[in-house]
């Protein structure tokens, strides 16, 4: 007959131990797991499970790699297939594509229409970033100031926002553009000075929900200030909001961009931004020069769905409801 040693079943489990009752110490009996070797499992499982649930979205994931394809088409792209896009060469207009070396032909000037799309869209990328970013971050401080300090500051604050909002946002802009000259670094201020409302508005909602949290009240209680509760905890608890409404910032901004380049209001030649190009090629779509047209007007709505979807994806990987399913 088997024989158990004395002790080894005289030890109860811990989980079959009552609440509150202290652990069994001695031989045999469970290590302790200390509290700060667990948060950090936890802290990495939600962050993993974030990182999987975007990818579950496939057209999260396509858009990822449609905006990482069209950046390395933009910055990288001339550096392997070098044009001027300088000096014309009407010599070689209206060159049909796949003709004497050019893969997308040329346009009424001679200029090689694959290297332009490259040029655009660098043009179109740094402002549509730059403006994006830029009224994001502008707008998350407003609307993070004027929900936590609420009263006549946020009344005051928001109807700032509620005014400039019922002004079409396309109208100011051409009006702006139409009075400065427009540079890459004008349209970035130009757009991402009204850019800002929505931001503002959705984290001014996060920020009155968030200021009423224990964590905020103890902050206050032991002599914290309105710019560090703003600054180091309704921002970082809203960071989830911020960044998902960065990308749609973007892609408002370089549909902009197109906007006031197709309107003849964007960067003057010989810069070039796809916009622009679609402006241009639109009055030779009866010519049969299509090469003129589609080309920037596909890579216009590649770029603006691709940031799109990536902000679909991001919102729900910030969901915690999701996470935690």
Same mark, same amino acid.
């Given at each position: ?48 499970? @974030? ?9 999260? +994931?396509?858009? #990822?790699?449609? *905006?990482?394809? =069209?950046? /390395? &088409? ?75 300090? @609420? ?9 700032? +926002?509620?005014? #400039?909002?019922? *002004?079409?946002? =396309?109208? /100011? &802009? ?152």
């Amino acid at each position: 007959m088997t024989t158990t040693p004395r002790g080894a079943d005289e030890t109860p489990a811990a989980e079959n131990l009552p609440a509150g009752a202290p652990l069994p110490t001695g031989p045999g009996s469970p290590e302790p797991v200390e509290s700060s070797q667990r948060r950090p499992r936890r802290r990495s499982s939600l962050g993993r499970q @974030g990182i999987e649930m975007f990818l579950e979205n496939r057209l999260a +994931v396509l858009g #990822l790699v449609l *905006i990482v394809g =069209l950046v /390395l &088409f933009s910055f990288v792209g001339p550096l392997l297939h070098r044009t001027d896009q300088v000096h014309t060469d009407l010599a070689n207009a209206y060159v049909p594509p796949g003709e004497r070396g050019y893969l997308l032909g040329t346009d009424g000037i001679g200029y090689d229409q694959l290297g332009r799309l490259m040029l655009g869209g660098q043009t179109s990328l740094i402002v549509g970033l730059a403006a994006g970013l830029l009224a994001t971050a502008f707008g998350t401080l407003w609307g993070a100031t004027a929900g936590f300090l @609420g009263g006549w500051v946020d009344a005051v604050m928001m109807r700032l +926002v509620d005014a #400039l909002l019922s *002004i079409p946002a =396309l109208f /100011l &802009f051409m009006l702006i553009a139409t009075i400065i000259t427009p540079t890459v670094p004008m349209l970035v201020l130009t757009i991402a000075a009204f850019a800002w409302l929505n931001p503002a508005r959705m984290i001014r909602g996060d920020s009155i929900a968030l200021r009423s949290r224990d964590f905020i009240v103890a902050m206050r209680g032991m002599g914290g200030g309105s710019a560090r509760a703003v600054r180091s905890h309704i921002v970082r608890n809203a960071i989830g909001t911020v960044i998902v409404n960065a990308t749609f910032q973007i892609a408002d901004a370089i549909l902009y961009v197109a906007y006031l380049s197709y309107l003849g209001l964007g960067v003057p030649p010989p810069a070039a931004n796809w916009g622009g190009m679609l402006s241009s090629g639109i009055g030779e779509i009866y010519s049969a020069n299509w090469w003129l047209v589609y080309p920037p007007g596909i890579l216009i709505i590649l770029l603006v769905l691709a940031f799109n979807f990536v902000g679909d994806g991001l919102r729900d990987a910030f969901e915690v409801r999701l996470r935690k399913r």
